[in-house]
């Protein structure tokens, strides 16, 4: 497709505007007007000055400058407490949602009896219900049925749980078809029980595809805007997106812009992290597929 | 059971324990049914059931039977002939437009990164996929710097006026423009169009287009009777995954105009669930009718899925 056959030269040369120039470069324009604003935002969270518009010099004063001024989002209380609640609620989510995701996976995948069409048609419908859809759901429960759990942490946490597990299904149900069942039944015909066969065999391979859903689970947690919105208890429960929502419109200081930043590059680095040890994992393991693939087919 | 058993002797095991795996499905399914059936039964008991008359705040209806009908009445009063139609069809609209130029603009990027874009196509691809891992909030937020009325487009359009010398009010672009809050949807939701096409487009075996060069057909042709065809479900998926979270935007509008001009459907949601304390009633008539309305993009989704997954099985 590349080779540059004489006739294909004087085609370019006499219609300049043909598709093989046309393509890359709205491609070209597309990528640059898709990161461009963004990199600006990055750019201004290391102004020295207060504007976000008039470059003054560089400086990481809003990211952890001055004690005194509270200002920086390692000193301003409210950018802080966004940080940390966005953390401690992707990190809790992950650790309940992986579990809780694999072993449905595990039990979709090999239980064969009555129920097993509806728990697939149940697992599925949160994957293509809108946010604003689950979240006027989940709001409603909480204040009218289930009011004994308060608004806060512990709501949104049972909400990011609840959009979460079905995404990890996905991912391990995936894998597990790949795997197939050959190598437990070997282990199981080799004297293993069905535990030690899981346990030794089967948990081993499905490493990748584990390590894929704490990673994924863990970025559409922090990512998440609506749910959070919509089961927010007070000022303690704002997270990062939240805070980038009120924020944005009040002409904050580049400290919003700062905090924006470390979200971006926790999110990037979680990502990053699982995609290497992905790597690592499938090879040991005899996988195939390239991880940015994976990660690529995840977002579906 | 499989019929595909090793041996007599796991053939006994399983036998023994056909509840394993069942119990392993229970916590997610026990969590889906109290975490989101409920919740989603919930929404109907409460636009369906009684306002009480001292606290004048819903009061859930779980049996159909006793189901009041006045609320959700009103606000399909409201949609066929009052201001909440208007607001359906501006979003309506913004959303047929902004998919349009998802579409228009998507559709090349993709077919270039899948299919052209030689030695640096993982570059490309990564760039593509960048947009991913930035939060979407930050990205609207991102556009708010540029465009507020001290920013980076009007401090150009001011210098660009200047080299010609004409007078230049910089505009308020934040401020109820229909022009920013589609292009906002567009920058918001293209990428997510833009990946499932691209996965269509890559599945699309070259030598399928190879063969239908060697039958005479031009590019064009093998374009518009070859790999359109082969992409259309790619650009359907696309669009349902863009459309379905867009009908329900709210922070979106919000975000880059907040004047009642571009109020969306959505909007009206976030107004009464998040806004109000006694809307609880309102806003989920107000969600049942934007389901009533999507149900058939999240059919159509839900199928596509499915038979993505069964495919895997296979």
Same mark, same amino acid.
């Given at each position: 497709m590349t080779s540059t056959s004489p006739s294909r030269v004087r085609s370019a040369i006499s219609n300049p505007w043909g598709k093989s120039r046309m393509l890359p470069l709205v491609t070209l324009l597309y990528v640059l007007w898709s990161i461009i604003p963004v990199g600006i935002a990055v750019l201004f969270s290391f102004n020295s000055g207060?504007?976000?518009? !008039?470059?003054?010099?560089?400086?990481?004063?809003?990211?952890?400058?001055?004690?005194?001024?509270?200002?920086?989002?390692?000193?301003?209380?409210?950018?802080r407490f966004a940080l940390n609640q966005s953390l401690k609620l992707a990190i809790l989510t992950m650790l309940v949602a !992986?579990?809780?995701?694999?072993?449905?996976?595990?039990?979709?995948?090999?239980?064969?009896?009555?129920?097993?069409?509806?728990?697939?048609?149940?697992?599925?419908?949160?994957?293509?219900?809108?946010e604003i859809v689950m979240g006027v759901a989940l709001f409603l429960v909480f204040a009218e049925v289930y009011?004994?759990?308060?608004?806060? !942490?512990?709501?949104?946490?049972?909400?990011?749980?609840?959009?979460?597990?079905?995404?990890?299904v996905i991912i391990v149900r995936g894998r597990l078809f790949a795997i197939g069942r050959d190598y437990e039944e070997a282990a199981m015909d080799l004297g293993?029980?069905?535990?030690?066969?899981?346990?030794?065999?089967?948990?081993?391979?499905?490493?990748?595809?584990?390590?894929?859903?704490?990673?994924?689970?863990?970025?559409?947690?922090?990512?998440?805007?609506?749910?959070?919105?919509?089961?927010?208890?007070?000022?303690?429960?704002?997270?990062?997106?939240?805070?980038?929502?009120?924020?944005?419109?009040?002409?904050?200081?580049?400290?919003?812009?700062?905090?924006?930043?470390?979200?971006?590059?926790?999110?990037?680095?979680?990502?990053?992290?699982?995609?290497?040890?992905?790597?690592?994992?499938?090879?040991?393991?005899?996988?195939?597929?390239?991880?940015?693939?994976?990660?690529?087919?995840?977002?579906? | 059971m499989p019929t595909n058993l090793a041996s007599g002797a796991e053939y006994a095991t399983v036998g023994q324990r056909r509840w394993v795996w069942p119990g392993f499905a229970l916590p997610g399914v026990l969590w889906l049914i109290l975490l989101f059936l409920v919740p989603f039964y919930a929404v109907f008991a409460i636009a369906m059931g009684q306002l009480d008359p001292i606290l004048q705040r819903a009061t859930p209806e779980w049996n159909p039977f006793y189901w009041d009908l006045t609320v959700i009445g009103e606000a399909f009063a409201e949609l066929f002939g009052g201001q909440l139609g208007v607001i359906a069809l501006r979003t309506l609209a913004y959303v047929f437009i902004a998919s %349009?130029?998802?579409? @228009?603009?998507?559709?090349?990027?993709?077919?270039?990164?899948?299919?052209?874009?030689?030695?640096?196509?993982? %570059?490309?691809?990564?760039?593509?996929?960048?947009?991913?891992?930035?939060?979407y909030l930050m990205r609207m937020m991102s556009w708010v710097n540029l465009l507020s009325p001290d920013g980076q487009v009007n401090r150009w359009l001011t210098t660009i006026a200047g080299w010609f010398s004409v007078a230049f009010t910089p505009p308020d672009w934040l401020a109820g423009n229909h022009v920013v809050v589609i292009l906002? @949807?567009?920058?918001?939701?293209?990428?997510?169009?833009?990946?499932?096409?691209?996965?269509? %487009?890559?599945?699309?075996? $070259?030598?399928?287009? $190879?063969?239908?060069?060697?039958?005479?057909?031009?590019?064009?042709?093998?374009?518009?009777?070859?790999?359109?065809? @082969?992409?259309?479900?790619?650009?359907?998926?696309?669009?349902?995954?863009?459309?379905?979270?867009?009908?329900?935007?709210?922070?979106?509008?919000?975000? @880059?105009?907040?004047?009642p001009r571009t109020r969306m459907y959505g909007n009206t949601i976030d107004q009464y669930i998040n806004q109000t304390t006694s809307g609880g009633a309102v806003g989920a008539a107000l969600t049942i009718i934007l389901m009533i309305f999507i149900?058939? %993009?999240?059919?159509?989704?839900?199928?596509?899925?499915?038979?993505?997954?069964? $495919?895997?099985?296979e």
């Amino acid at each position: 497709m590349t080779s540059t056959s004489p006739s294909r030269v004087r085609s370019a040369i006499s219609n300049p505007w043909g598709k093989s120039r046309m393509l890359p470069l709205v491609t070209l324009l597309y990528v640059l007007w898709s990161i461009i604003p963004v990199g600006i935002a990055v750019l201004f969270s290391f102004n020295s000055g207060r504007s976000r518009s !008039t470059w003054q010099g560089f400086s990481t004063r809003w990211y952890v400058g001055d004690p005194a001024a509270a200002e920086s989002v390692l000193y301003d209380p409210s950018l802080r407490f966004a940080l940390n609640q966005s953390l401690k609620l992707a990190i809790l989510t992950m650790l309940v949602a !992986t579990p809780i995701g694999v072993a449905l996976a595990l039990g979709l995948a090999r239980w064969r009896g009555r129920g097993v069409k509806a728990s697939n048609l149940l697992m599925l419908i949160p994957l293509v219900t809108p946010e604003i859809v689950m979240g006027v759901a989940l709001f409603l429960v909480f204040a009218e049925v289930y009011d004994f759990v308060p608004f806060g !942490t512990w709501t949104q946490f049972l909400g990011h749980v609840t959009f979460s597990i079905s995404f990890v299904v996905i991912i391990v149900r995936g894998r597990l078809f790949a795997i197939g069942r050959d190598y437990e039944e070997a282990a199981m015909d080799l004297g293993a029980s069905q535990f030690e066969a899981m346990r030794r065999v089967l948990l081993p391979l499905l490493a990748p595809a584990l390590l894929a859903s704490l990673a994924i689970v863990f970025a559409i947690s922090i990512d998440d805007f609506v749910i959070s919105q919509f089961l927010i208890g007070g000022a303690e429960s704002v997270t990062i997106p939240v805070q980038l929502y009120s924020g944005a419109r009040l002409a904050p200081p580049p400290s919003l812009n700062a905090l924006a930043t470390i979200l971006m590059v926790v999110t990037i680095g979680a990502i990053v992290v699982a995609g290497l040890l992905f790597r690592a994992l499938n090879k040991r393991s005899g996988g195939e597929g390239s991880a940015i693939e994976s990660v690529a087919g995840l977002e579906m | 059971m499989p019929t595909n058993l090793a041996s007599g002797a796991e053939y006994a095991t399983v036998g023994q324990r056909r509840w394993v795996w069942p119990g392993f499905a229970l916590p997610g399914v026990l969590w889906l049914i109290l975490l989101f059936l409920v919740p989603f039964y919930a929404v109907f008991a409460i636009a369906m059931g009684q306002l009480d008359p001292i606290l004048q705040r819903a009061t859930p209806e779980w049996n159909p039977f006793y189901w009041d009908l006045t609320v959700i009445g009103e606000a399909f009063a409201e949609l066929f002939g009052g201001q909440l139609g208007v607001i359906a069809l501006r979003t309506l609209a913004y959303v047929f437009i902004a998919s %349009l130029f998802c579409v @228009l603009v998507g559709y090349p990027v993709a077919y270039f990164v899948s299919r052209k874009a030689g030695r640096w196509r993982w %570059l490309w691809l990564l760039l593509i996929l960048a947009p991913f891992w930035i939060n979407y909030l930050m990205r609207m937020m991102s556009w708010v710097n540029l465009l507020s009325p001290d920013g980076q487009v009007n401090r150009w359009l001011t210098t660009i006026a200047g080299w010609f010398s004409v007078a230049f009010t910089p505009p308020d672009w934040l401020a109820g423009n229909h022009v920013v809050v589609i292009l906002g @949807l567009v920058y918001g939701y293209i990428p997510f169009f833009i990946l499932p096409l691209f996965a269509a %487009l890559d599945r699309i075996d $070259e030598a399928t287009l $190879e063969a239908s060069r060697d039958l005479g057909a031009s590019n064009a042709q093998t374009f518009w009777r070859v790999t359109w065809p @082969l992409s259309r479900n790619g650009v359907l998926g696309g669009l349902v995954i863009i459309m379905l979270p867009m009908f329900g935007d709210y922070y979106t509008p919000n975000l @880059l105009s907040g004047s009642p001009r571009t109020r969306m459907y959505g909007n009206t949601i976030d107004q009464y669930i998040n806004q109000t304390t006694s809307g609880g009633a309102v806003g989920a008539a107000l969600t049942i009718i934007l389901m009533i309305f999507i149900a058939g %993009l999240m059919v159509y989704y839900l199928r596509s899925i499915n038979r993505a997954s069964q $495919e895997a099985r296979e």
